[in-house]
């Protein structure tokens, strides 16, 4: 295993709701990074953090966000939820090299009804 | 040209047999790569780093060919374990570049 661990495991929401997803990095990992994976394709990069700062953006509206904490743990947050939101929510820790192995937690799946 | 393209698969092998995978990527200047390994309905595990002069791993073989911007991926000797999606992974190695998975190759090892 990989010591990152991710709350919920399973999450049903409906349309227009908002949602807090949480992840604790492995230990020594000060780098967080948010990854959607809808069913059959591979995860899309949603944003890192380092020492609680943004750092590094994909493609995704402002309604996602998140935060880092002191103890480089991390929250992503999606508002006003839609129907594609619906996807596995993967965290990954790694060493604060953007180049370094990025070790994942088990996801958050989300539905949106 | 997609980001990082991978053929989707389904490769279907007979236990014992090798097989390999080619994945492609766009950005000339990317710094980085690897292979995931994703179980259904599991995260994504490290496979393996991609290294310039080429690495093995038991009877994993992983090469980058970055003149004509390929990774690839062998696997001797296939087990119905290795049975799982394989996810080629590129880091541009910028801080202004996202990290970019393909989406992945299917492989079922046949008994």
């Known amino acids: 295993e990989t010591g990152v661990t991710q709350s919920p495991t399973h999450l049903i929401k409906t349309r227009g709701q908002q949602v807090t997803l949480r992840c604790s990095s492995q230990s020594g990992h000060n780098t967080v990074s948010w990854y959607q994976q809808a069913l059959g394709q591979g995860p899309q990069f949603i944003f890192q953090y380092y020492r609680e700062e943004e750092n590094g953006r994909g493609n995704f509206p402002p309604r996602f966000s998140g935060l880092q904490f002191p103890n480089y743990s991390s929250e992503l947050n999606v508002n006003a939820l839609e129907l594609d939101d619906s996807a596995l929510y993967l965290c990954?820790?790694?060493?604060?090299?953007?180049?370094?192995?990025?070790?994942f937690g088990p996801g958050t799946r989300l539905l949106v009804l | 040209r997609k980001e990082v393209e991978q053929d989707p698969g389904p490769f279907n092998v007979p236990e014992g047999a090798t097989v390999a995978f080619n994945c492609t990527y766009s950005?000339?200047?990317?710094?980085?790569f690897f292979w995931y390994r994703q179980d259904c309905r599991k995260e994504p595990k490290l496979l393996m780093s991609?290294?310039?002069s080429g690495n093995e791993d038991g009877r994993f073989t992983a090469q980058l060919n970055r003149a004509s911007q390929y990774i690839s991926l062998l696997i001797r000797d296939s087990k119905l374990s290795d049975s799982a999606t394989y996810l080629c992974?590129?880091?541009?190695?910028?801080?202004?570049?996202?990290?970019?998975f393909g989406k992945g190759t299917r492989l079922h090892i046949l008994p």
């Open positions: 950005n000339s200047a990317s710094q980085s």
């Open positions: 990954a820790s790694s060493l604060p090299s953007k180049g370094e192995t990025q070790y």
């Open positions: 992974v590129v880091n541009p190695g910028n801080r202004d570049d996202k990290i970019i």
């Open positions: 991609v290294y310039s």
